[in-house]
């Protein structure tokens, strides 16, 4: 109680140490919160920033690109200004030279006429845009350069000088006029340009402000930017430095440690100095270094679940720890991986033990199911769930009748449990039926074995389902039964043709006796015990070969064994001598004739394969057990012992040991490993015991120890011989086989019944639509319609008549119990006279 307090006080201190740890860090993540918001909000418009400068600088460029090629277009301008102005100046020269000369007559103004007409042919020259002043500014120097020419040839009168007046001053006013317009718009252009100017100049001002302010802005973030980076580095660094878990920073691909915190120094007794620049698999357990790695190689992929494993300390202990590796990331080039251990104190030791037990248990390929001394279920594991079809929930807490107990086997199982819990059932367990949810009843073997624990007794259930086990069982003696009358065949033919040969040879001496009928009747006799003798052959091979369940009946043990004698000593073959010792006083008892015989056969042919070289082998019946102890004698029943004995090779104590095991064989290849298997379960099912006595170089004894039972009650049991006329019946025999049909005919009509024959079931219907018969005596197996068919159509049509059926094969429907007597071939008069001694009842 103390240490539990104790327990639960630390684990309320480390609860409050957490949480502690927690508002201490709660300023720190909202801080970088904040900061991881901020920086968002940076980006996005550092984003639109970047965008909106990009396109100022572009304009910047084109304005400056415009700007170089309006400077050139002002120059040239200004340059069509001043030549238009030293134009309307030259051609004002002329004119006031012309004029004055003409008026004045004085020779000194024509000379500044003529050097003024030839300037202004010169500025008219280098104009660009001419436009329309060319034709009245040339018409005007024309007009002058005739005027001189004139006058220096001394044509001109007052008259004509009024008139050069008169024309010169028209055509100088004309281009005068055009030159001033062409003036006036050429001053236009340069005042649009200069205003154009002006724009550029602005946008570049505005451009580069702009751009100043983008760059500051820049600057100062960036300045924020490092101080982020920096808190965050001081964060990261103190969380690495105050983690309680051991971390190693390590490069996935070589495995040498980069990093590693104090908390990993002091749980492996280093320094940090010590561990960083060591492969991180010098600090883990040589047993978890293989799975170790592998969950490395995949941290490139993905994060590792965290796993329970194993450190090893600089003292050399081995440090329990729970595990867990990051997903890779690289820096600098390498490839970085973060794995962190944590101590696992006692409670997270057992705790992960626990779930490591509950896991190992759910995998066990059997059911597991644990009771209280209550009698609550407190256990149970995933495959005893499927096994049931129930889930944990639907099962824990539940009692004694369990839902998957058969309620008819309820009472049954429940004494079993209890004997295995006070000893009676060894740990070998016992066999029972169980139910699944769908009320599908299947086998299973259950072993039950104490909880040794103080606080919460109980006892635990193995529960091993049998569904295919039992299949495969019956398939191997299925096998075997197979096996055996294979390895009959030829001895058995061989007896066959013996017989037949008595029988073919008596019949022959029987024609040729004539009237002697003494020899006649002992060739009939002959003949008679060789047909008896068959039939005790046919009857065994059938016992063996056929396919129906145990069918226990009351058998004289010593007639049994004399009937089955023939083909016992076939099995043994020729080189063993066969010794039946019976018992004078009979033994009855309660077991399956065929599971008898087949059991018999088994030993038998075991026999004969330890004795290669022949040797004698014993069959022996007593009542007087000699063996030290039977199981069935404890329980105070009586018993009889069959002991099959032979000289062979005999067992090792290995091979006894598991001589009654399922699949075991010493034959290698030649052995299905079932025959002494058959003979255990025939010999438990019928409530005996069996066991063995072997030496190596000493022979073999098998002892088949089964309880006796009264004598059974003969419905044949001799009776007076009653009057013919008491036992007429009118009788109705079917059967395909012709001569067997004239053979029961006169059989019968012999014993004074009136007798019909049908070859098949369609004409024994027809028949008894048109007469009324006492008795139906019909074959099972018949072409088309069977025999059990033809029994229940005509039980059903006249249930006044009573049925007798003949069968050569044992051909009975399965699990399925016949209302109707059945005469197994072959059969002679005592039997037939026995049944029709009186009337069979009808159905």
Known sequence: MEASENMEASENMETREAMERLDKMEAPVDVMAGDRQRSDRTSRWSSLLGMAVAMVAALIAASGLREIHQSGRLASLHAEETGLSNLQSSLLDCETGVRGYLLAKDDRLLEPAINCSARATDHLRGLTAKKNIESAVSAVLDDIENTIQSINAGQRDQRSNIDALLRSKTLMDTARGRVTALKSEVQNDISIAHREDGWLHAIQVMGLLLILGYVSWLYRNSRLFVEQLQQRHRLARAIWDNSGDALFLYDVRSGIIVDSNPSAAQLLGLTTGAIVGRPWTQFVAPSDIEWARSRVADAEHRTQASVVGHLIAADGQRLPVEAAISSAFTLLGKVLAVSSFRSLSARDQALHEAAFRRAIEDAVPSGLAAVSDKGEQIYVNEHLCDMLGWNRQELIGTSPPFPYWPPEEATHILGLFNDCLEGRIGSGGFEATLMRRSGERFPVHIFVSRIQDSQRPGWMAFIIDLTEKKRLEAALEEIRRLDAVGLLAGQVAHDFNNLLAIIQLHARLAQKAGDNGEEIAQCIATISDAARRGANITK??????????????????????QKI????????????????????????????????????????????????????????????PTAASHPIEAEDKPSCVIEVSDTGIGMTADVKARAFEPFFSTKKEAGVGFGLAMVYGFVRQSAGAVEIDSEPNRGTTVRLVIPTCPPAKSELAAQPAPSRASIMHKVLVVDDEPSLGRALSATLASMGHDVTVAKDAEQALSLLDQQSFDVLLTDILMPGIGGVELARAAAHRYPEISIVL???????????????????KPFGPQEISALFSRKPAAD
């Open 565 to 624: 004698t023939t083909l016992l000593t076939s099995a043994a073959g020729p080189h063993i001598s066969l010794k039946l010792d019976v018992s004078a006083a009979p033994v009855w008892v309660e077991v399956d004739p065929g599971g008898l015989t087949a059991s018999l056969l088994n030993l038998v042919m075991n026999a004969r394969e330890a004795m290669p070289d022949g040797g004698r082998l014993g069959l022996r019946i007593s009542t007087n």
């Open 806 to 824: 003949m069968t050569g094969f044992g051909m009975r429907p399965k699990n399925e119990t016949l209302p109707w007597p059945v005469l197994e």
């Open 540 to 561: 065994a091979m059938l016992a063996i070969a056929r396919r129906q369940p145990l069918s226990p009946e009351r058998i004289e043990l010593g007639e049994q064994l």
